[in-house]
């Protein structure tokens, strides 16, 4: 495992960081902290932000840095990193949520990745293998909903997304409600648990 850090990082120094995928993974093998590099995360208050780390960062360690200027947008329009930094590791609230049946999704081993002490990791999942940006390593809708379970779409929906989002499903496509009302869509409720809650029905759209 050495051997092959080695070899990534003097791969990365030979040329500019975005010539190649960033690797979280070799980042944290080094025991760099998450705001080492993401130090604005601190008092952000807009998901506007960017929390990208600045050449001025990478550049101790990367001479010839090429950052990335923009990040990639996600479908939270409001997000406010410093109010919940400030509530601590949350990742046993998720847990607690996950053991009472209460979790809005299926958490697949999502279970075992919560023991950490680690505030950013309690959201921010799988850094410690991730060898490429990817929406997999963002928050999940269902950890949100743990805390924020008030939900009356669609006004529940402009708390955290822009009002001109995108957000249905591919499934509701024309004629949605005439085929899931048939049956033949075999829809499992608990599938539209994440948007529409548990306790949801039918008269609440219809």
Not at 8 to 17: E, K, N, R
Not at 18 to 43: D, E
Not at 74 to 79: D, S
Not at 145 to 173: D, M, R
């Amino acid at each position: 495992m050495a051997h092959y850090l080695q070899g990534l990082i003097a791969a990365a120094l030979a040329g500019p960081v975005a010539a190649a995928p960033f690797s979280h993974a070799v980042h944290l093998q080094l025991k760099l902290s998450c705001v080492a590099c993401h130090a604005a995360a601190l008092t952000s208050a807009s998901a506007d932000d960017n929390l990208l780390p600045s050449e001025r960062v990478c550049s101790g360690c990367h001479p010839h840095v090429a950052v990335r200027r923009a990040p990639t947008r996600t479908m939270a329009a409001k997000f406010n990193h410093q109010l919940h930094l400030k509530l601590g590791n949350i990742a046993p609230v998720i847990a607690a949520a996950i053991d009472r049946g209460a979790y809005l999704s299926p958490p697949g081993d999502l279970r075992r990745a919560l023991n950490t002490n680690n505030a950013c990791e309690a959201c921010h999942r799988g850094m410690e293998r991730a060898g490429a940006i990817s929406l997999e390593n963002f928050p999940k809708m269902a950890d949100c909903l743990v805390c924020h379970n008030q939900i009356e779409p669609p006004f529940s929906c402009e708390k955290c997304h822009a009002p001109e989002q995108t957000l249905k499903p591919a499934s509701h496509a024309p004629g949605f409600f005439d085929e899931h009302s048939s049956g033949k869509l075999k829809l499992d409720k608990a599938s539209c648990a994440v948007c529409h809650g548990r306790t949801f029905h039918c008269q609440g759209c219809h």
